[in-house]
């Protein structure tokens, strides 16, 4: 019953290092979406993948590469982080239907970029 | 633009009170959904309730229902007889057809014993 899954949960980076953010879903979804979430700022699409193979840029794509490995797994890879990077991030799935599918949430990973 | 708005920053509540949070969104489309989510300290994020443009009864789940007024361009959710357990952000969603979700910046809500 894991739903979706991040790892890792907490990480320290200095600034120019980099990273992969892993996500994975057990419940059979299309579609992931990897979120940033700062104060006052609610949840900002980074990368969505609608569907297994295509990957598309949300709201905040820049500094961020994504890859949809498979239908349970999207992962999130700074490549040079930058403190402003600083954020808690969410993996999301949700499956294709109607406007009344919700979003399924990963628990998060606070990054903190020195 | 930013599409969906959220004026109170924070709220408090009395136990056993209800409270309103609000939420005005911006869209032209005649078919879109909205979403409320909780995020209480521990940081998931919890759906709470769902309402479609097209409902024309206000969502209710619980103790939560969802103040829909399409004219106004609103969806405010009402929380009754609150508990300490309610002590959390609380974003307002919105997807409109073909669109991804777009939220709100939250409203973090106390409950007060």
């Known amino acids: 019953n894991a739903g979706v899954t991040q790892t890792p949960k907490f990480q320290v980076l200095k600034t120019g290092q980099s990273m992969t953010l892993q996500c994975a879903q057990d419940?059979?979804?299309?579609?992931m979406y990897w979120y940033r979430q700062d104060p006052g700022m609610g949840l900002r699409l980074i990368y969505y993948?609608?569907?297994?193979?295509?990957?598309d840029k949300g709201e905040v794509p820049n500094g961020y590469n994504v890859s949809r490995l498979n239908k349970r797994e999207f992962s999130l890879r700074l490549e040079s982080a930058a403190p402003s990077q600083t954020s808690v991030y969410f993996c999301?799935?949700?499956?294709?239907?109607?406007?009344?599918?919700?979003?399924?949430f990963g628990p998060g990973t606070r990054l903190l970029v020195l | 633009a930013q599409k969906i708005t959220q004026t109170q920053p924070g709220m408090f509540v009395q136990e056993k009170e209800a409270v309103t949070l609000d939420c005005t969104y911006d869209?032209?489309?005649?078919?879109?959904?909205l979403f409320w989510y909780k995020q209480p300290s521990s940081g998931e994020m919890i759906f709470l309730i769902y309402?479609?443009?097209?409902?024309?009864q206000n969502a209710t789940e619980g103790r939560y229902s969802l103040n829909f007024q399409k004219a106004r361009k609103s969806a405010n959710l009402v929380i009754s007889a609150s508990q300490l357990g309610d002590s959390a952000m609380y974003f307002c969603?919105?997807?409109?057809?073909?669109?991804?979700?777009?939220f709100g910046p939250g409203t973090r809500l106390s409950v007060l014993p």
């Open positions: 993948s609608a569907s297994e193979g295509t990957t």
């Open positions: 869209t032209s489309d005649q078919s879109y959904g």
């Open positions: 999301a799935s949700k499956r294709q239907g109607g406007l009344g599918e919700t979003q399924y």
């Open positions: 419940m059979n979804h299309n579609s």
């Open positions: 969603a919105m997807r409109e057809e073909g669109q991804n979700f777009v």
């Open positions: 309402q479609g443009s097209y409902d024309e």
